[in-house]
T-cell receptor, first 118, second 116 residues
Framework: GAVVSQHPSWVICKSGTSVKIECRSLDFQATTMFWYRQFPKQSLMLMATSNEGSKATYEQGVEKDKFLINHASLTLSTLTVTSAHPEDSSFYIC??????????????FGNGTRLTVT | AQKVTQAQTEISVVEKEDVTLDCVYETRDTTYYLFWYKQPPSGELVFLIRRNSFDEQNEISGRYSWNFQKSTSSFNFTITASQVVDSAVYFCALSDPDNYGQNFVFGPGTRLSVLP
């Protein structure tokens, strides 16, 4: 079955530094990838939609300059948390779909990245 | 607006009991897709089922079964003879083609604890 790999699975960084999270589709081409954020005991909140070869679409309230998304190939999207602060500590999870119109395809999720900013 | 409600925040059952997780959705579209995902303590999201709005047949997969009723906009999930390994947070999700850019709308999740 389709596999999405997310790396790293956890990271601790100091306030003010930047952290890059990778999301790879291992056995399919993902034209669209999604980045979610999940606070403890809460649901997943879509942050942005990443389209290969074009700019990401950010949800309202998500700072584009803080959460940089790059979808450089059909198998890789990256999320960079720039100048991280403790309030950015969260569980970040990516997902990818093999369908161009992905609304009717099951999303395959990475294992998530737990970011802790000290 | 699209919305998914999972009224049960937390459920605790004893092993071997049956448990039903409720999901109620709202959408204006006639074509939509419903999903259930499981999130164990390790954090990853595990896909369980996808159902399109034109298929109201109930589905059974092992100990899992799903009851889709358009008349009540519900897509409930039942685990029969629950096991400790079923302990997780379960999310119901709605995918609406009119909101392709936003793709999935997740419910708040139901935390299921199965006690030995």
């Amino acid at each position: 079955g389709a596999v999405v790999s997310q790396h790293p699975s956890w990271v601790i960084c100091k306030s003010g530094t930047s952290v890059k999270i990778e999301c790879r589709s291992l056995d399919f081409q993902a034209t669209t990838m999604f980045w979610y954020r999940q606070f403890p005991k809460q649901s997943l909140m879509l942050m942005a939609t990443s389209n290969e070869g074009s700019k990401a679409t950010y949800e309202q309230g998500v700072e584009k300059d803080k959460f940089l998304i790059n979808h450089a190939s059909l198998t890789l999207s990256t999320l960079t948390v720039t100048s991280a602060h403790p309030e950015d500590s969260s569980f970040y999870i990516c997902s990818a779909s093999a369908g161009k119109r992905s609304y009717n395809s099951p999303l395959h999720f990475g294992n998530g990245t737990r970011l802790t900013v000290t | 607006a699209q919305k998914v409600t999972q009224a049960q925040t937390e459920i605790s059952v004893v092993e071997k009991e049956d448990v039903t997780l409720d999901c109620v959705y709202e959408t204006r579209d006639t074509t939509y897709y419903l999903f259930w995902y499981k999130q164990p303590p390790s954090g990853e999201l595990v896909f369980l089922i996808r159902r399109n709005s034109f298929d109201e047949q109930n589905e059974i997969s092992g100990r899992y079964s799903w009851n889709f009723q358009k008349s009540t906009s519900s897509f409930n999930f039942t685990i029969t003879a629950s096991q400790v390994v079923d302990s997780a947070v379960y999310f119901c999700a709605l995918s609406d083609p009119d909101n392709y850019g936003q793709n999935f709308v997740f419910g708040p999740g139901t935390r299921l604890s199965v006690l030995p």
